[in-house]
C-alpha cells in the first residue's frame, strides 16, 4: 500500500473507491472519517434504555393492572418480594396514579424530547 494512497483514517482510498463508491463520494465531500458519516443511526434516545417496574407502573390505567404487572414481575424475579409488598401497598394507598402520571402508549418517542 503506498503511503498517499492512505488517508489519516488508514483508509485506502483506493479500495473504499473500489468497494463502495458511494461511500468513497460521501467520505470525500464530508472529509469526515468513514466511522462518523453514519454516525446519525445511533441517535435513538432510546438505544440502552431497559424499561423497569416503575415504567410499566406508569402505564398501568387501573388498580388491578397494577397488581397484575407486579405479580407478573414478581414471577420473573425483576423484583424481589420486599419490593412487591412495598408496591402493592402503595397501590392500595394511593391507587395506579400513586405511580406518577400515567405514560400513553407513545410516551418513549416524547418523553426524550422527540416530539414531532
Same mark, same amino acid.
Given at each position: ?22 461511500? /468513497?463520494?460521501?467520505? +470525500?465531500? %464530508?472529509?469526515? #472519517? ?8 445511533? $441517535? ?27 405479580? /407478573?414481575?414478581?414471577? +420473573?424475579? %425483576?423484583?424481589? #418480594? ?8 402503595? $397501590? ?25
Amino acid at each position: 500500500m503506498e503511503p498517499d494512497r492512505i488517508d489519516l483514517d488508514g483508509v485506502d482510498l483506493e479500495e473504499l473507491r473500489r468497494r463502495f463508491p458511494n461511500l /468513497y463520494e460521501e467520505y +470525500i465531500r %464530508e472529509k469526515k #472519517p468513514v466511522n462518523q458519516l453514519y454516525q446519525h443511526r445511533d $441517535t435513538d434516545p432510546w438505544k440502552d434504555h431497559n424499561p423497569d417496574y416503575k415504567d410499566f407502573l406508569a402505564r398501568a390505567k387501573t388498580d388491578e393492572e397494577c397488581y397484575e404487572v407486579i405479580d /407478573y414481575l414478581l414471577k +420473573i424475579g %425483576e423484583i424481589s #418480594p420486599e419490593l412487591a409488598k412495598m408496591l402493592r401497598e402503595r $397501590t392500595r394507598t394511593h391507587g395506579a396514579g400513586g405511580f406518577g402520571s400515567r405514560h400513553q402508549d407513545h410516551y418513549t418517542k416524547f418523553s426524550k424530547g422527540e416530539e414531532d
